[in-house]
């Protein structure tokens, strides 16, 4: 029973922050990558972050300098924080997981149902 549970999402004024985070129960994410996704209306669900089973840290150029990915194995719980919002990052946020190896694209078998972001002017 593998499930990943996001939360955090909310509706923040541009330049403000959230913090999401991953909740994972039914495995041990010491085995796994995760990343975030995050898709809005009309787009492809894109890669924006992940962090290696190692904490070897991946950002698009888009959030980088802006959002701070992290894992806490022992809380079984994956973070994104982001800073400086932008009216542009609003989108739903999905987590992910897949054994071993980080990836940028859509292969990871776990995925949470989202969190939804909303960045205003």
């Known amino acids: 029973q593998p499930r990943l549970v996001e939360s955090g999402g909310g509706v923040v004024q541009a330049g403000g922050s959230l913090r999401l985070s991953c909740a994972a129960s039914?495995?041990?994410?010491?085995?796994?990558?995760l990343a975030w996704f995050r898709q809005a209306p009309g787009k492809e669900r894109e890669f924006i972050s992940g962090?290696?089973?190692?904490?070897?840290?991946d950002y698009v150029d888009s959030v980088k300098g802006r959002f701070t990915i992290s894992r806490d194995n022992a809380k079984s719980t994956m973070y994104l924080q982001m800073n400086s919002l932008k009216p542009e990052d609003t989108a739903d946020y999905y987590c992910?997981?897949?054994?071993?190896?980080?990836?940028?694209?859509?292969?990871?078998?776990?995925w949470g149902r989202g969190t939804q972001v909303t960045v205003f002017s």
């Open positions: 962090v290696s089973r190692s904490g070897t840290e």
């Open positions: 992910a997981a897949r054994v071993l190896e980080l990836s940028r694209a859509r292969d990871y078998p776990f």
């Open positions: 039914g495995l041990s994410i010491d085995l796994y990558a």
